[in-house]
């Protein structure tokens, strides 16, 4: 099975509702942080692309017909070559409300590496660090105008695409 969607938008900006939605239309299962999050055995391919490691795109989405959120928005341009015929659709927000929303969930996450409760979950808190906030953000997440900055560009990119 290959992708036949490809979401590249960051998350929190609608990614999980986007991924039930996509489920609901029968574009499902789609692959979201929560799939990493919900079945361990996952990590390591994306640990993998956190150390800048090739893997195998058919492995990792095996069983998926979509791929929304982080990680796999990292890679979008990378899969949307592997999957041609994949439709890219991209969640967008607000940028301020946007990066509210991270504030709240993704920086208390991935500061916190090392800190929650189970191996698993600090696991995936350094692969975020190493895959979202340090390649995708320069490791300045926490610079509101940085970040924001680097969603617009982001979001442009995708656009243009």
Do not use: C
Not at 2 to 23: H, M, N, Q, V
Not at 63 to 92: C, F, H, M, N
Request: negative net charge; aromatic residues 10%; hydrophobic residues 40%.
């Amino acid at each position: 099975m290959s992708l036949d969607i490809i979401g590249p938008g960051f998350g929190r900006t609608g990614t999980y509702s986007f991924k039930i939605a996509l489920e609901h239309l029968g574009f499902g299962p789609a692959h979201h942080m929560y799939e990493v999050r919900d079945n361990p055995h996952l990590l390591a391919d994306w640990e993998a692309v956190a150390r800048g490691d090739k893997v195998d795109w058919d492995k990792v989405f095996a069983g998926y017909r979509a791929q929304v959120d982080w990680p796999g928005a990292r890679v979008w341009s990378e899969l949307a070559e592997r999957y041609p015929a994949a439709k890219v659709i991209l969640t967008v927000r607000d940028p301020d409300e946007w990066y509210d929303s991270v504030e709240k969930t993704i920086l208390p996450f991935t500061n916190g590496r090392g800190k929650h409760e189970g191996e698993h979950r600090n696991a995936i808190a350094e692969m975020a660090q190493q895959l979202v906030v340090e390649q995708v953000f320069d490791g300045r997440l926490d610079d509101r105008q940085h970040a924001i900055a680097v969603f617009r560009a982001h979001i442009d990119t995708v656009q243009e695409s």
